[in-house]
């Protein structure tokens, strides 16, 4: 299983990005994708998950300006990031949860991360 995280870059205050995860290889279901950043400095937090059941969770700090979706035929989750603040600014990651087989167990996979800057 292979995680594609991508859409990172530098923006300024108030801005807009979009990041995307792909998810490929042997998959039978995808159970969940979380979207997780690292600070300078700071310990990695969990932003935004999605479940299969398309239920969703939030930092707080995120709430109302963050949003996750997911595109089932496609197997890419997406985090649509506006009102973008200073301290948004870390390597964002993917995390999926995925089952590789009917009968198997599930299995945490992690992308590479994409850097967002923001900018004041």
């Known amino acids: 299983v292979q995680l594609q995280a991508s859409g990172g870059g530098l923006v300024q205050a108030g801005g807009s990005l979009r990041l995307s995860c792909a998810v490929s290889?042997?998959?039978?279901?995808?159970?969940?994708v979380g979207w997780y950043r690292r600070a300078p400095g700071k310990q990695r937090e969990l932003v935004a998950a999605?479940?299969?059941?398309?239920?969703?969770d939030y930092a707080d700090s995120v709430k109302g300006r963050f949003t996750i979706s997911r595109d089932i035929a496609k197997n890419t989750v997406y985090l649509q990031m506006n009102s973008l603040k200073p301290e948004d600014t870390a390597v964002y990651y993917c995390?999926?949860?995925?089952?590789?087989?009917?009968?198997?167990?599930?299995?945490?996979?992690w992308g590479q991360g994409t850097e967002v800057t923001v900018s004041s």
């Open positions: 999605i479940k299969s059941s398309y239920a969703t």
């Open positions: 290889g042997n998959i039978n279901a995808i159970r969940g």
């Open positions: 995390n999926a949860v995925v089952q590789i087989g009917a009968g198997f167990p599930s299995y945490e996979n």
